[in-house]
């Protein structure tokens, strides 16, 4: 089992160009935890995660990943992208095994075995389907056992059927794995029902969050499912109302 570290993101500022992205921004979470963060388009959730992946470097502030500062690539961290990102000129199995040593490897056919596609080891990501690709991107990002998790909108190109699948995969292995996760997602469903917690970005900074007490796996149809997601999503849509009306000119 993998042993997951704790993150930290200390009075993050990031600017670009005339936008500030982040303002002074204090994230943490704790070793195994898995924290979703949400927000609308704009928010900085993207960049944050950059920021912990070690593939953007703050203006101000301090990033901590296993209680040491972050000053380039996080070699403790995977990242897992929407798109999956696999080779096309590399087999299933050479994927999963990329950036790992020759000790490693043996973890290649039992991450595939455990994202159900043992089978396909030989094949070209051409002839899998979207959410195949996907299970491969996910394996690929554990075969490393991460002490970080980032997941940046990884079911977001997904049909229904698919991401409601993948959410239950995710969820599986990492609680096997003991890493910690940190998911951006612009669907507050997925987020109770795959997080410890929910934070919600607006305005370059954390500006609530919520600690999601119920039982796994997370039952939709349980009440109190329903009243955190609507909970979550009025403020999401209040916070992206705050945001754009501080935006606009003002008259004189």
């Known amino acids: ?61 301090a990033i901590r990943v296993g209680g040491q500062q972050l000053t380039g690539l996080c070699r403790l961290a995977r990242v897992m992208f929407q798109d999956g990102r696999l080779l096309p000129w590399l087999r299933v199995g050479e994927n999963v095994g990329l950036g790992l040593s020759n000790s490693d490897r043996s973890s290649v056919g039992e991450m595939l075995n ?16 979207g959410g195949q690709k996907q299970r491969v991107a996910l394996a690929r990002a554990l075969a490393a056992r991460p002490g ?15 991401r409601l699948d993948m ?34 970005l607006a305005q370059g900074r954390t500006a609530m969050e919520w600690p999601i007490d119920l039982p796994r796996p997370r039952d939709r149809a349980d009440p109190a499912f329903s009243v955190l997601v609507q909970t979550i999503l009025r403020s999401v849509m209040e916070e992206a109302a705050a945001d754009r009306h501080a935006g606009e000119p003002t008259l004189a």
């Open 1 to 61: 089992m993998t042993l997951g570290v704790a993150v930290e993101a200390l009075g993050i500022h990031r600017r670009f160009s005339s936008k500030q992205v982040l303002n002074d921004l204090n994230f943490s979470a704790r070793p195994g935890e898995f924290v979703a963060i949400v927000g609308r388009s704009g928010s900085g959730k993207s960049t944050l995660l950059r920021l912990l992946a070690g593939l953007d470097r703050a203006d101000r502030g």
């Open 114 to 129: 455990s994202v159900g596609l043992a089978d396909r080891t030989d094949d070209w990501p051409a002839a899998l389907s």
């Open 148 to 162: 970080l998790l980032l997941l940046d909108e990884p079911l977001g190109s997904l049909d229904a059927l698919t």
């Open 167 to 200: 959410q239950r995969l995710i969820e599986a292995l990492w609680q096997h794995s003991g890493t910690t996760a940190v998911l951006i997602t612009h669907d507050v469903d997925e987020a109770v029902v795959l997080a410890d917690r929910v934070v919600l």
